[in-house]
């Protein structure tokens, strides 16, 4: 046992300080943080798989030095893990899993926020402002690093400002997605490694036919006719709302391709490639969202005539 919370702390605390000292790995080696606490939380039982989260959240803040946005964040991946063993333990559906885990990562973010906001006498969006603009020169240098041309890193350094105000704007919803996103990866990496060490992971049906529900349409709707308002807080508002929820219409648009990629026994490697294509080209992603979006019409799996 007491190796296995060594273990624990040790892969959690290694993929923390590789995403934080080697800014390229960044969001990558996020992607992997839950995944140990989810493990050791079904392996080890609620009590003792509660040790690996917090004694890793107390050698982050100590090893960094202050709490940092950086630790909240990191912190809030365990979280997500530590949640994550816990529906899966009492076999809720897909879609109440994704709930409760996100939703208990980011409203335990909020009110971190508010008690660091409190302890260091400045206001949340002071805190959220300076975290981006210090993220942006790390960005900058490391560009300079990969050799970017000066012309082109000449460019964005002059349309610095505005991408920071950009950024700073629709924080919430880039957060709510990156945890979003990281709790759906951490669930389908973990179905080979619990089911190879023989621990429970519930049956979810094929993830490939999943749908999102149709009443998101009108939310849609809503926060697109937001944008037209002439206050900026509700214009704020209904941007960040609209981002998250085509986050929703992603996952679906990515179910669809993941439907027909088996339907069709598309080899290995071609698929490797077009989901990467999804990942680096902007109209490639923006083409799976409008497929998971328009699937509420079209019905592109047919599944009403498949399960009827």
């Known amino acids: 046992m007491v190796k296995d919370i060594v273990n624990g702390v040790l892969i959690t605390s290694l993929i923390f300080f590789m995403s934080v000292l080697i800014p390229i790995v960044g969001f990558v080696g996020a992607l992997f943080i839950p995944l140990p606490v989810l493990f050791y939380r079904l392996k ?6 509660a040790t690996i989260p917090i004694i890793s959240s107390v050698i982050m803040i100590a090893l ?15 979280l997500i893990g530590f949640i994550l063993g816990e529906t899966i333990e009492l076999n809720l559906s897909i879609e109440k899993t994704m709930l409760y885990a996100c939703g208990s990562a980011l409203i335990s973010g909020l009110v971190a926020l ?52 950009a950024l700073v704007r629709i924080i919430p919803a880039l957060v709510s997605v990156s945890t979003l996103f990281i709790a759906w990866t951490s669930i389908l990496l973990a179905k080979p490694v619990l089911m190879r060490r023989s621990l429970f992971y519930p049956d979810f049906g094929p993830l490939n036919l999943w749908q999102a529900p149709e009443y998101l349409v009108w939310g849609v709707i809503g926060c697109g006719l937001t944008l037209f308002f002439p206050n900026e807080a509700i214009k704020i508002i209904g941007l960040n709302g609209l981002l998250i929820l085509m986050s929703v219409y992603f996952f679906q648009g990515i179910a669809i391709v993941s439907y027909y990629f088996n339907k069709k026994n598309f080899p290995r490697m071609i698929r490797i490639f077009l989901y990467t294509l999804v990942a680096v080209q902007q109209l490639v992603l923006l ?5 998971g979006f328009f699937d509420m019409w079209f019905n592109f799996r047919k599944l009403a005539k498949q399960t009827g």
Do not use: C, P, W
């Open 114 to 165: 508010f008690i660091f906001s409190m302890l260091s006498g400045e206001s949340i969006y002071i805190i959220v402002s300076d975290y981006v603009a210090k993220n942006l020169e790390i960005t900058m240098v490391l560009y300079q690093k990969m050799g970017m041309s000066e012309e082109n890193i000449q460019m964005i350094s002059d349309s610095l400002d505005k991408i920071h105000a």
């Open 64 to 78: 960094i030095g202050d709490l940092s946005l950086d630790v909240l964040f990191f912190a809030g991946l365990l």
């Open 287 to 291: 083409a799976v969202i409008g497929l």
């Open 44 to 49: 080890l039982g609620r009590h003792t798989g």
